[in-house]
């Protein structure tokens, strides 16, 4: 049973467009959201995160939205870079969980 | 990167032949975890460990073992490797406990011929 259905699994967008990755989740009890970017060869590294608290949280040109009503959560990024090309994971825990869980991951590919 | 090692970072061996893999951390942190990663399944979770002797299994834990007898080293076992084996294989720990950042090591990549 997968909890978190992540899509697309591939993403092409050209320098300064907006990358938009999204994340579908089914336990309710889910109550914290990371995404993780993961360059070639590396591990995954945390980059930004949200709590159902709030409904959109920015970092810079990373901003995620979040809709408990639809149980979604995206990735926005902005102005998009080809630095910014990697894989991107959506995540999601509950309370008391030692455990993530995470989604099966989008290939972003910024073009020059 | 946290303070995570993992060793081997690249391992060639034979279908039923047993292998470990170690991660290390130098910071003490309670949780450590292990996963792997596959093209079209994203990182699963295989085991984790919230303590010295204490350890838990993930949504892939057939065919691994772990152990982890000092709170800085997590060792992943396969007892017999097998082909559907072959993947790369993450440590990660978490900082501060629950729901908090999972720090990842850099891998290790493990064929199974």
């Known amino acids: 049973q997968q909890q978190v259905k992540q899509s697309p699994q591939s993403l092409i967008v050209q320098k300064g467009g907006i990358s938009i990755i999204n994340c579908a989740y089914e336990?309710?009890?889910?109550?914290?959201f990371p995404w993780y970017q993961q360059f070639p060869g590396k591990g995954p590294a945390l980059l930004i995160a949200?709590?159902?608290?709030?409904s959109e949280k920015k970092e810079g040109r990373f901003t995620i939205s979040f809709n408990k009503s639809a149980k979604q959560f995206s990735l926005h990024i902005m102005d998009s870079q080809p630095g910014d090309s990697a894989t991107y994971f959506c995540a999601a825990s509950h309370g008391g969980s030692e455990k993530l869980v995470f989604g099966k991951g989008t290939k972003l590919t910024v073009n020059p | 990167d946290a303070g995570i090692t993992q060793s081997p970072r690249h391992k060639v061996t034979e279908t039923g032949t047993p292998v470990t893999l170690r991660c290390h951390q130098t910071?003490?942190?309670?949780?450590m975890y292990w996963y792997r990663q596959d093209p079209g399944h994203g990182l699963r979770l295989i085991h984790y460990s919230y303590g010295v002797k204490d350890t838990d299994k993930g949504e892939v834990s057939d065919g691994y073992s772990v152990s982890r007898s000092k709170t800085e080293d997590f060792l992943l076992t396969l007892e017999s490797a097998t082909s559907s084996q072959t993947s790369v294989y993450f440590c990660?720990?978490?900082?501060?406990?629950?729901?908090?950042?999972?720090?990842f090591g850099p891998g290790t990549r493990l064929l199974v011929l």
């Open positions: 949200i709590r159902p608290d709030v």
């Open positions: 910071e003490n942190h309670r949780y």
């Open positions: 990660a720990i978490s900082v501060g406990g629950l729901q908090e950042t999972q720090y």
């Open positions: 336990n309710t009890a889910f109550d914290y």
